[in-house]
């Protein structure tokens, strides 16, 4: 007899490893993030444990188990039994969320709460949908402020999580986005809002995509932001997504192209007055930096504070969040430059030392994990520089103690980056020195996440 498992399985279409895999991974994420169990996030699934599992050979085992009833809302226990013993459960050709609430099939009211909440998740999901699609002839007002919400909630998220745990949400909205656009309901006062959501989704899922070190699709995400910033006319997005693109682009060590992008934003956004042109400054800055050249590294670094003593807020700053960049930030890429250009001083370790500092406080709003662990290896790079090994060791130490899910690309790049200048001080051979490469390279090999084609 076949299990509701495979009976699942098969009215979702999901009956072939890759389209099973995708969602196993989704769901892994998402259980992840609600759970705070990061090691979730990294979860994968072989062809043959998929084929045992759909074939009732293998009872799938730990944490895979979580995983299952997280992505059907319900209990293992009656997702491994046999179809045929829970009734019509759900319905032929039927949506799992919309199956028939007959006690066998219905979740356990005494089950855990992260089952339930994933089956709340799929049914508010199931709503929206039927909501979207009862609009028949036009977008109403409802589904516009659905998409402008989730978009603010996870854009002021976004920087203090790893891109796996918004991907699967940052995927559904783009999905419902891009349906919207070739659905030709949208009013003509429409089209361009829908198009900013979607440059605001697709920046936000090629910035996710980089922090898995997906970076092919990362920049393929990022050039869907630009395509659809210009179908909005939104100057601020267009040159928010040439900053993003040259972040992209200094995390590859591609400074030629990192360069361009942000003095491409810098053009785009020349009358601009939003903090976005801040960004585009030290985005300059630091690819300056690693070509090597001090002139372009602090003619930028002093266009970003003079942009900073004019700037205005404008939509993307009220936005928030990943949209937003503040003074502190500005402050820890600035020292970053420095440090990847070699300009090592007691000044600059004291300016990184107060970059870390502002950047460890988690509970103030601007706070990001990605910007404390990239100070912190910045004031390891200036220790490094005058000659304090113990010094740089003590600095990189709470990033190499991050748990694998937050070990996101920018962060790896930023730790390689320590472990060079270790291989060329003259205390490479001592001890401490050995130790840290040693711990570096093992921190740098994080597992290979499989994003959706």
Not at 59 to 67: E, H, K, L
Not at 123 to 145: H, K, P, S
Not at 248 to 257: A, L
Not at 392 to 399: D, G, I, L, N, Q
């Amino acid at each position: 007899m076949a299990t509701l498992l495979r009976v699942l399985i098969d009215q979702q279409g999901w009956n072939n490893h890759r389209a099973f895999a995708h969602q196993y991974q989704l769901s892994a994420r998402s259980l992840a993030q609600e759970s705070g169990d990061s090691s979730l996030a990294s979860l994968t699934l072989s062809e043959s444990t998929y084929e045992r599992w759909y074939l009732g050979k293998v009872t799938p085992q730990n944490d895979a188990r979580r995983v299952l009833a997280h992505m059907f809302g319900r209990p293992i226990t009656q997702l491994l039994a046999e179809a045929a013993s829970l009734g019509s459960c759900p319905p032929s050709g039927g949506e799992i969320t919309s199956g028939r609430p007959d006690s066998e099939c219905s979740v356990d009211p005494d089950g855990d709460a992260q089952q339930k909440g994933g089956r709340a998740v799929m049914v508010a999901r199931r709503a929206l949908e039927f909501a979207m699609g009862a609009e028949r002839n036009e977008i109403g007002r409802e589904t516009l402020d659905f998409l402008e919400n989730e978009v603010r909630r996870i854009a002021q998220g976004l920087l203090r999580l790893p891109g796996g745990a918004v991907l699967d949400d940052l995927a559904y909205l783009q999905n419902a986005t891009f349906r919207l656009l070739e659905g030709g309901r949208a009013k003509p006062s429409q089209i361009r809002h829908l198009y900013l959501l979607a440059a605001l989704q697709s920046g936000m899922l090629a910035k996710a995509s980089h922090d898995l070190g997906e970076l092919q699709s990362a920049m393929m995400q990022a050039r869907t932001a630009a395509v659809c910033a210009d179908q909005a006319e939104h100057q601020t997005m267009r040159a928010w997504v040439r900053g993003l693109q040259a972040a992209i682009s200094f995390w590859t060590e591609r400074p030629m192209d990192a360069l361009h992008y942000a003095r491409s934003g810098t053009a785009i956004g020349a009358d601009l007055r939003g903090s976005v042109m801040v960004w585009l400054a030290v985005q300059e800055a630091r690819a300056a930096a690693l070509l090597g050249d001090a002139e372009a590294v602090g003619a930028a670094n002093r266009r970003a504070e003079e942009l900073r003593s004019r700037t205005s807020p404008d939509d993307l700053d009220e936005l928030g969040g990943a949209f937003f960049f503040p003074q502190i930030r500005q402050d820890y890429i600035s020292v970053e430059a420095s440090a990847v250009l070699g300009e090592g001083n007691g000044n600059l370790v004291r300016r990184a030392e107060g970059a870390v500092r502002a950047l460890s406080e988690t509970h103030e709003a601007h706070w990001a994990f990605g910007a404390e662990a990239g100070a912190r290896s910045a004031l390891a790079l200036a220790c490094l520089q005058v000659g304090d090994l113990d010094g740089a060791a003590r600095a990189v130490r709470p990033v190499l103690d991050l748990p694998p899910s937050h070990r996101i690309a920018g962060i790896v790049g930023s730790v390689q980056r320590v472990r060079a200048s270790l291989v060329r001080s003259s205390r490479r051979d001592e001890h401490t020195a050995r130790d840290l490469c040693e711990e570096i390279a093992t921190f740098g090999v994080r597992p290979v996440l499989v994003l959706p084609r």
